[in-house]
């Protein structure tokens, strides 16, 4: 069974720096998906970031970006010049091999900006 | 707006009753998952339809139960609830072209909360 962990429970960060979210998984599936969600006090959720294993090269979405070390099971979230609508709980997300589509997450890291 | 809908937004009920959350996926998605989220938990998936038929099986309580009608909209029947189903139910969906394939991203809809008094 594929585990996730964020061992950050929360974070803070003054409006404009850059702040970096921490992911572990531990798998044996050599196909998987790695993806970050948000979900501020709205409660939704909303896809940030998506990372597909077998691409070498780190995903980024404007101000996001990931550093996926596959061999160490590692998947950051870095978010740059940091904005107070970024307040929310990030989760790290796993999916994979015979889990079909089903996400695992982990426990969120509660993010938040400072003006 | 992800395109995912769910209804209701809110829904109070008392212990041993039953209940049935709705979803509506995004047009043209096939597959429909469900999950729960409480805070001794976290976020869990509890099960998959793909057009249709069951996929996949979480964490699901027996007293839990799902379908996939033809239109492709999914209920989630809570039965003889407890307090500690509490919690915020999402449905997500994806295109799962490939029947199951993680490939797709899942977009979920705003969540159902349930409070079970």
């Known amino acids: 069974a594929q585990t996730v962990t964020q061992s950050q429970p929360e974070m803070s960060v003054q409006e404009a720096e850059t702040v970096t979210l921490s ?9 998987y998906y790695l993806f970050w969600y948000k979900q501020p006090p709205s409660r939704q959720m909303i896809l940030v970031i998506r990372q597909e294993a077998y691409k070498q090269q780190n995903a980024t979405e404007n101000r996001f970006s990931v550093n996926f ?3 160490a099971k590692s998947f950051s979230l870095k978010i740059s010049d940091s904005q107070l609508g970024d307040t929310a709980m990030y989760f790290c997300a796993f999916a994979g091999g015979t889990s079909y589509g089903k996400l695992t997450f982990g426990q969120g890291t509660i993010l938040t900006v400072h003006p | 707006d992800s395109g995912v809908t ?3 937004k809110h829904l109070i009920t008392a212990t041993g009753q039953r209940v049935t959350l709705r979803c509506s996926p995004r047009s043209g998605d096939l597959s429909v998952y469900w999950y729960q989220q ?3 938990q976290g976020l869990q998936f509890l099960i ?3 057009n249709g038929e069951e996929r996949a099986k979480g964490n699901i ?3 839990f139960s799902a379908q996939q009608f033809p239109d492709l909209h999914s209920e ?3 039965s003889s609830l407890e307090l500690g189903d509490s919690a915020l ?3 997500a969906s994806s295109v799962d072209s490939d029947s199951g394939s993680p490939r797709d991203t899942q977009y979920f809809g705003p969540g159902t909360r349930l409070t079970v008094l």
Do not use: V, W
């Open chain 1, 23 to 31: 992911c572990t998984y531990d798998t044996s599936e050599n196909n």
């Open chain 1, 69 to 71: 070390q596959k061999a």
């Open chain 2, 6 to 8: 769910q209804t209701p």
């Open chain 2, 38 to 40: 409480s805070l001794d």
């Open chain 2, 48 to 50: 998959q339809y793909y």
């Open chain 2, 61 to 63: 309580l027996e007293r």
């Open chain 2, 76 to 78: 989630l029947n809570l």
């Open chain 2, 89 to 91: 139910y999402f449905c």
